[in-house]
């Protein structure tokens, strides 16, 4: 097939190729899994998949399992906008499920409040019937497809701090990087607020609790040697102080045999 040619139901080669790795997969997808499954197809851009992503739900291929910001292949066509899921804290695994009566009940709800839904998103959380028959029989049972890592994993340097980069979750922009403590990650992590550490002022710094722009943690990774961390966040208004959207709005510019400038500073000589 062409390249940008559409397939006879109607995705791009793109699209196809994250459908089906959705289908093959046993637990909801990240926009970062895809990528890390498919980089070999040429998919290897976040707002590529992100948009991707976007007009497959918009289609009702897939769906988005909203406290996982994860994807799932749609198993029930013709359901008027409504999912709901079944997500094991356990496995991860999710399952959706339909039922009239529950969306009669809510559709006669919304009429009686003369509240007009635009869209409907159902999650049950709790335990599989598979890690259940597991737990009960060893109460040290995890799943190996459990990825989770504790907070102590983190190696924070000889300061007690560890660098820290924050990216906006659903276009993959990288916004900017500051430092953590034990304290402020643990705060972070507890609250859901983004709150780093200041060298200068030496102090917990809420990010946005004097500006208003504010970061919502939906996921905090860490890198595989335990001395970094990743935010992936959604933002409150401009993330850098200069009012720029992304601290890194500049660019380097290096002449031959001179020290690399930033393009501003290159601008002015």
Not at 103 to 124: H, N, P, R, V
Not at 138 to 150: I, T, V
Not at 156 to 172: E, M, R, S, Y
């Amino acid at each position: 097939m062409a390249r940008g040619s559409k397939s006879q139901d109607g995705l791009s080669p793109k699209e196809a190729l994250i459908v089906e790795a959705l289908r093959r997969a046993s637990r909801p997808l990240s926009a970062y899994d895809l990528i890390e499954l498919l980089h070999d197809e040429g998919i290897s851009s976040p707002p590529t998949v992100y948009r991707a992503l976007k007009r497959l739900t918009e289609m009702g291929v897939t769906h988005r399992v909203e406290s996982l910001n994860a994807f799932v292949c749609c198993s029930h066509g013709g359901h008027n906008g409504t999912a709901a899921f079944a997500i094991c804290s356990d496995c991860g695994t999710v399952s959706e499920f339909h039922h009239d009566a529950v969306a009669a009940l809510l559709g006669a709800w919304a009429e009686e409040q003369d509240f007009s839904i635009q869209k409907t998103t159902i999650e049950l959380r709790g335990r599989c019937h598979d890690c259940g028959s597991s737990t009960a029989n060893d109460k040290n049972w995890e799943h190996p497809m459990h990825r989770s890592a504790p907070a102590d994993a983190v190696r924070f340097n000889a300061k007690g701090l560890v660098p820290v980069i924050a990216q906006q979750h659903d276009t993959g922009e990288v916004l900017m990087m500051a430092w953590m403590n034990a304290a402020s990650l643990a705060e972070t992590l507890a609250t859901g607020q983004v709150c780093y550490w200041s060298r200068s002022r030496q102090a917990l710094w809420r990010k946005g609790e004097t500006s208003g722009h504010r970061q919502r943690l939906i996921e905090c990774r860490i890198d595989c040697d335990g001395d970094a961390l990743l935010l992936l966040v959604e933002q409150q208004g401009p993330a850098c102080h200069t009012g720029a959207q992304s601290c890194f709005f500049r660019s380097l510019s290096a002449a031959p045999d001179e020290r690399p400038r930033v393009a501003s500073e290159v601008a002015r000589s």
